[in-house]
């Protein structure tokens, strides 16, 4: 963080004081925090989708909502989703929190597009796994009425993954989050990633 002094007084204050200018630091974070879970938290929609694939079906839905971007990060999802190829069905259910310390992200988040209709962040652990994921989840396989089944009959979970998106209707939107996420991350400590994570998932 870089200060200017305007007058030589002023620049006197400013070292006769150094602990009231270390508590603006974290007091600076921390609105960031506020301001960039308030931005995300409008933008990101309840996510319902169901469209025609090659010879097959994919529906679902997906709602996202922030709880907290200070330490540690913490959000709650839950997706609903079946996809057929048509001669046979598969799902998944999850209605899980997650939560990750800022530190162990990566920089910068990036934007991709997810799909014809959906831009997504993508947010990476610096290495390994970092985003732990607990709550219930279930998938299934077979007919729509199997996994239908499957999917209403969840299971508790609690593992790590090492990355996961957050998905947005507009590239303009996408943009805006991952330009407020990439300046907190800066003031929270990440730094960029030791090894490549490709394999986030959906949440």
């Known amino acids: 963080m870089l200060a200017v002094c305007l007058g ?43 469209s025609a694939t090659q010879g097959g079906r994919d529906r679902g839905t997906l709602e996202i909502e922030l709880h907290s971007l200070e330490g540690p990060w913490r959000w709650w999802s839950r997706q609903r989703r079946v996809m057929s190829d048509g001669q046979i069905w598969w799902g998944l259910f999850a209605d899980v929190t997650f939560s990750v310390a800022p530190e162990d992200l990566a920089i910068p988040v990036t934007v991709t597009q997810g799909a014809e209709d959906r831009w997504d962040v993508v947010v990476s652990c610096r290495s390994g796994t970092c985003f732990r994921m607990s709550g219930s989840e279930a998938t299934g396989e077979g007919t729509l009425e199997q996994v239908e089944a499957a999917l209403n009959a969840p299971s508790p979970t609690d593992r790590q993954i090492d990355a996961v998106y957050f998905p947005f209707r507009t590239q303009d939107q996408a943009d805006r989050v991952a330009t407020a996420m990439n300046e907190l991350l800066a003031l929270q400590g990440a730094q960029p990633a030791t090894t490549a994570t490709t394999t986030g998932e959906p949440r």
Request: hydrophobic content about 50%; proline content about 7%; aromatic content about 2%.
């Open 8 to 50: 030589l007084a002023a620049c006197e204050r400013a070292a006769e004081e150094p602990s009231a200018a270390g508590a603006g630091a974290p007091a600076a974070t921390s609105i960031k925090a506020t301001q960039a879970m308030d931005l995300i938290n409008a933008e990101v929609e309840p996510m319902i989708w169901d």
